[in-house]
């Protein structure tokens, strides 16, 4: 017994400890020893178990994750069954298909080309009723001012004519009347009024 604690003081059997190694030299300081191996045994201990509480934690992510793989690839399947099989279309219904999108293509053609001499044919139908109904004003505005010449010259015929004698001799206040009644101006004196009753009455027709 003396040799075997002598060989522990010496730290013959100082193999799991690790570090720098004790040489006991009495019972207390090999109660130490073993206090201290048994704190890093347990330490140990507790991250083993730590590990091994991880590792079984990312075990169970991974199976989880494996589920919802497994799950999602049965509903895609489940999906396709209700599909059905996919149909390959043949040479001749591709021809086929091809057909209708080119009638389909015409037609929409055809149409928009109605539609754009409808378009045509309504903007042209509109030029001409605005041509007529500016020809029409004019015609219009023609009639008006013949008329207007029209009772001008017949105011002028209802007006008698005077000649250059019986004007030279009219005085101031008749020569004023005669100028209103033709509708000149009847401003200045008897010479400029004279003048100018002469001048309307040879420009009469």
Do not use: C
């Not at 209708?100 to 149409?111: N, W």
């Amino acid at each position: 017994f003396t040799q075997s604690i002598s060989n522990m003081a010496r730290g013959k059997f100082n193999k799991r400890g690790g570090g720098q190694r004790l040489d006991a030299q009495s019972a207390e300081e090999i109660e130490q020893r073993n206090e201290r191996l048994a704190a890093f045994e347990e330490e140990r201990a507790r991250r083993r178990a730590e590990e091994a509480e991880k590792e079984g934690e990312d075990g169970d992510e991974d199976g989880e994750e494996e589920t919802v793989e497994a799950g999602n690839s049965k509903k895609k399947n489940a999906e396709e069954e209700e599909k059905g099989p996919v149909r390959v279309t043949t040479e001749e219904e591709h021809r086929r298909n091809l057909a209708k999108l080119e009638a389909v293509r015409k037609r929409r053609e055809e149409a928009e080309k109605k539609r754009k001499e409808m378009e045509e044919a309504a903007a042209l139908a509109e030029a001409d009723a605005k041509m007529k109904a500016a020809a029409l004003q004019e015609d219009s505005d023609d009639e008006a001012g013949n008329e207007t010449k029209k009772k001008k010259k017949s105011k002028e015929k209802a007006i008698p004519k005077i000649s250059k004698i019986e004007i030279k001799k009219m005085k101031p206040a008749q020569l004023k009347d005669a100028l209103k009644e033709r509708g000149l101006d009847i401003q200045g004196n008897a010479k400029t009024l004279l003048a100018r009753l002469i001048e309307y009455e040879e420009n009469r027709e």
